[in-house]
């Protein structure tokens, strides 16, 4: 089954106009796949150089810009696969595009730790940035209908949405593998670290705490590390595209809690993989958070599409009171409250502090018109 990514003509946009490319996205994700078909369909002469391997490595480290013109050949495009893993990618980029300004290169990193802290200094101006997320709920409806999408709902939610386990004739083993063998291959490739089980611990930790204030001192206390450390960790599995924070709306009253940032991951079957728990959801008793995960990841995945650059944040007062989802678009705010099995009403609190801006009830009836806009 071929799904198309939304991306790809926004990256196909930017070729030859000046900037070095960059894509960013966890492993497994696509992005491979994604860049060799824009490779595949150009008319210019192009090649693809996968980082990973040793002999590409060497010759694109510490050499001169003619010896690199000299590999890379009379190619126009090129791809430069995991390019985090060449060594200061950010001066030989920097190197090829002031010599070469006529060659388009787009450089793909699992983990944007290591590549944007490389490039950041080095491309200030020359480059344009994407990322690559799991498969969205609109591109899955794309490619198989969407009567069929809002079948298999529940099955996104329970496996997730990586190509291979959408394909996957055993998806729950195929998640269960993807979350063992490259989930945390990047952070623990990190000179850094130097405890990997406190993060192994640190992610599990977190999958139970879906849609639940995280308190880091807790965190802290429970792996027996500083809270600085649980702190860092936290990063680099955002950074590794595992998880992502959602901070608390504020506006410094007193009855709001400010403190805590909720977690979540960018992938609701990692987390199941994480807890070993694929029951459907009718059995489940976290499937209120699992559903709420799922709607975020997915919001963000389709403002993303949408160039809806709206800052995330979730709203919580002192006496319990909560919006799951509050998007602040330059000073207008959209609100969601996630119910699974759609009981409930929309914050009281929450009208009256912001009186005008009605919340959607996002339940599993509605979620799939919502994300299909």
Same mark, same amino acid.
């Given at each position: 089954?071929? #799904?198309?990514?939304? *991306?790809?003509?926004?990256?196909?946009?930017?070729?030859?106009?000046?900037?070095?490319?960059? +894509?960013?996205?966890?492993?497994?994700?696509?992005?491979?796949?994604? /860049?060799?078909?824009?490779?595949?369909?150009?008319?210019?002469?192009?090649?693809?150089?996968?980082?990973?391997?040793?002999?590409?490595?060497?010759?694109?480290?510490?050499?001169?810009?003619?010896?690199?013109?000299?590999?890379?050949?009379?190619?126009? %495009?090129?791809? *430069?696969?995991?390019?985090?893993?060449?060594?200061? =990618?950010?001066?030989? !980029?920097?190197? %090829?595009?002031?010599?070469?300004?006529? !060659?388009?290169?787009?450089?793909?990193? @699992?983990?944007?730790?290591?590549?944007?802290?490389? #490039?950041?200094?080095?491309?200030?101006?020359?480059?344009?940035?994407?990322?690559?997320?799991?498969?969205?709920?609109?591109?899955?409806?794309?490619?198989?209908?969407?009567?069929?999408? &809002?079948?298999?709902?529940?099955?996104?939610?329970?496996?997730? @949405?990586?190509?291979?386990?959408? @394909?996957?004739?055993?998806?729950?083993?195929?998640?269960?593998?993807?979350?063992?063998?490259? %989930? *945390?291959?990047? &952070?623990?490739?990190?000179?850094?670290?130097?405890?990997? =089980?406190?993060?192994?611990?640190?992610?599990?930790?977190?999958?139970?705490?879906?849609?639940?204030?995280?308190?880091?001192?807790? +965190?802290?206390?429970?792996?027996? &590390?500083? $809270?600085?450390?649980?702190?860092?960790? /936290?990063?680099? +599995?955002?950074?590794?595209?595992?998880?992502? $924070?959602?901070?608390? %709306?504020?506006?410094?009253?007193?009855?709001?809690?400010?403190?805590?940032?909720?977690?979540?991951?960018?992938?609701?079957?990692?987390?199941?993989?994480?807890?070993?728990?694929?029951?459907?959801?009718?059995?489940?008793?976290?499937?209120?958070?699992?559903?709420?995960?799922?709607?975020?990841?997915?919001?963000?995945?389709?403002?993303?599409?949408?160039?809806?650059?709206?800052? !995330?944040?979730?709203?919580?007062?002192?006496?319990?009171?909560?919006?799951?989802? /509050?998007?602040?678009?330059?000073g207008t705010f959209r609100a969601f409250e996630c119910k699974w099995t759609g009981e409930g009403t929309p914050s009281r609190a929450w009208l009256s502090e912001f009186p005008g801006t009605e919340p959607t009830l996002v339940t599993r009836k509605s979620a799939p018109a919502l994300l299909l806009q």
């Amino acid at each position: 089954m071929h #799904i198309e990514r939304y *991306l790809k003509p926004n990256i196909e946009a930017e070729i030859g106009k000046g900037k070095i490319i960059i +894509l960013y996205g966890a492993r497994q994700v696509g992005k491979t796949t994604l /860049v060799k078909e824009i490779l595949a369909v150009r008319k210019e002469k192009s090649r693809y150089l996968n980082c990973d391997e040793p002999d590409i490595r060497e010759a694109l480290t510490k050499k001169t810009s003619t010896e690199m013109r000299s590999f890379i050949g009379d190619a126009q %495009l090129i791809v *430069l696969d995991e390019a985090q893993r060449v060594p200061d =990618i950010g001066i030989t !980029l920097k190197l %090829l595009h002031d010599t070469y300004p006529d !060659l388009t290169i787009i450089a793909t990193g @699992s983990s944007s730790f290591d590549l944007s802290n490389s #490039i950041s200094e080095p491309l200030t101006g020359r480059n344009t940035t994407f990322t690559l997320y799991p498969i969205s709920f609109f591109e899955y409806a794309v490619a198989i209908g969407e009567i069929e999408a &809002v079948r298999l709902l529940e099955e996104r939610i329970r496996f997730g @949405s990586y190509p291979g386990i959408i @394909s996957s004739s055993n998806p729950e083993e195929g998640v269960r593998a993807l979350a063992r063998d490259y %989930l *945390l291959k990047d &952070v623990f490739q990190i000179g850094m670290i130097r405890k990997p =089980i406190v993060i192994e611990k640190l992610v599990k930790l977190l999958s139970l705490q879906i849609g639940q204030q995280v308190s880091y001192n807790e +965190l802290a206390q429970k792996l027996e &590390v500083s $809270r600085q450390t649980v702190m860092g960790y /936290v990063r680099l +599995l955002e950074q590794a595209f595992v998880i992502f $924070r959602l901070p608390p %709306l504020g506006k410094n009253k007193r009855k709001e809690v400010t403190r805590f940032d909720k977690i979540y991951f960018y992938d609701t079957g990692i987390r199941n993989a994480l807890i070993d728990d694929f029951k459907p959801l009718e059995y489940r008793t976290d499937k209120g958070h699992l559903f709420e995960n799922f709607f975020i990841a997915e919001r963000m995945k389709q403002l993303d599409r949408q160039s809806d650059r709206a800052a !995330l944040y979730y709203w919580r007062t002192k006496t319990g009171a909560e919006i799951d989802l /509050v998007e602040d678009a330059h000073g207008t705010f959209r609100a969601f409250e996630c119910k699974w099995t759609g009981e409930g009403t929309p914050s009281r609190a929450w009208l009256s502090e912001f009186p005008g801006t009605e919340p959607t009830l996002v339940t599993r009836k509605s979620a799939p018109a919502l994300l299909l806009q």
